[in-house]
Nanobody, 119 residues
Framework: QVQLVESGGGLVQAGGSLRLSCSAS????????MGWFRQASGKEREFVAA?????AYADSVRGRFTISRDNAKNTVYLQMNSLKPEDTAVYYC???????????????WGQGTQVTVSS
């Protein structure tokens, strides 16, 4: 069983920055792709970023968000810069079954953390 615990969400003005963290239990954290998804009110959950051997980003966040991981700490981060009101959502940390990340490959989700960007 794996537990994912997110932190770092909050309220920020447009143009500001936040860093999300996701701490994972388990000894083999480094073997798996990790990612971030988000779900805005009334919308479907969408992919934001993933990290495995490399990184991948949604077009809407590329150049503003950076995903990274510290395998020694079993933690994955999402640095979010130049935030926009449309980034407002609940952000979820996700662990994949293997080295590929998409919604169908996720076997564990975090509980979510709210990010609100005011205009």
């Amino acid at each position: 069983q794996v537990q994912l615990v997110e932190s770092g969400g909050g309220l920020v003005q447009a143009g500001g920055s936040l860093r999300l963290s996701c701490s994972a239990s388990g000894r083999t954290f480094s073997r798996y792709a990790m990612g971030w998804f988000r779900q805005a009110s009334g919308k479907e959950r969408e992919f934001v970023a993933a990290i495995s051997w490399g990184t991948a980003y949604a077009d809407s966040v590329r150049g503003r968000f950076t995903i990274s991981r510290d395998n020694a700490k079993n933690t994955v981060y999402l640095q979010m810069n130049s935030l926009k009101p449309e980034d407002t959502a609940v952000y979820y940390c996700a662990k994949a079954r293997g080295s590929t990340m998409n919604q169908y490959e996720v076997d564990y989700w975090g509980q979510g953390t709210q990010v609100t960007v005011s205009s």
